[in-house]
């Protein structure tokens, strides 16, 4: 069964740095686009990082400079670093894979359930 499950995720301090892991099982990340996105309440989902499937590496406008993202292809992992967080950026952080797209896109053909990440003030 192909499953995708985030881990890392909970309470950061305003000013705090988080790292998120993406697991996936029943499949491998090779051939696929992965990336990383976020919901907040009452909010549209908004794009963090993309891998393509060339390696290429895409980060979104509003955490640019504070981003990093990258694959462990031994692990089947996928990890997001942001620092510097504010009480605004409190969302569902979710990881999402697709083997059909070269990158990401907001239909994702597969997903993982989200992980909370509450940044407090």
């Known amino acids: 069964e192909v499953q995708l499950a985030e881990s890392g995720g909970g309470l950061v301090p305003a000013g705090g740095s988080l790292r998120l892991s993406c697991a996936a099982s029943?499949?491998?990340?090779?051939?696929?686009?992965i990336g990383w996105f976020r919901q907040a309440p009452g909010k549209e989902r908004e794009a963090v990082s993309c891998?393509?499937?060339?390696?290429?590496?895409y980060y979104g406008d509003s955490v640019r400079g504070r981003v990093t993202t990258a694959a462990d292809n031994a692990k089947n992992t996928m990890y997001l670093q942001l620092i510097n967080l504010q009480p605004d950026e409190t969302a569902t952080y979710y990881c999402?894979?697709?083997?059909?797209?070269?990158?990401?896109?907001?239909?994702?053909?597969?997903w993982g359930k989200g992980i909370l990440v509450t940044v407090s003030q």
């Open positions: 891998i393509g499937t060339d390696g290429r590496v």
């Open positions: 999402g894979a697709d083997r059909t797209m070269a990158f990401c896109y907001y239909g994702m053909e597969y």
């Open positions: 029943g499949f491998t990340f090779d051939d696929h686009a």
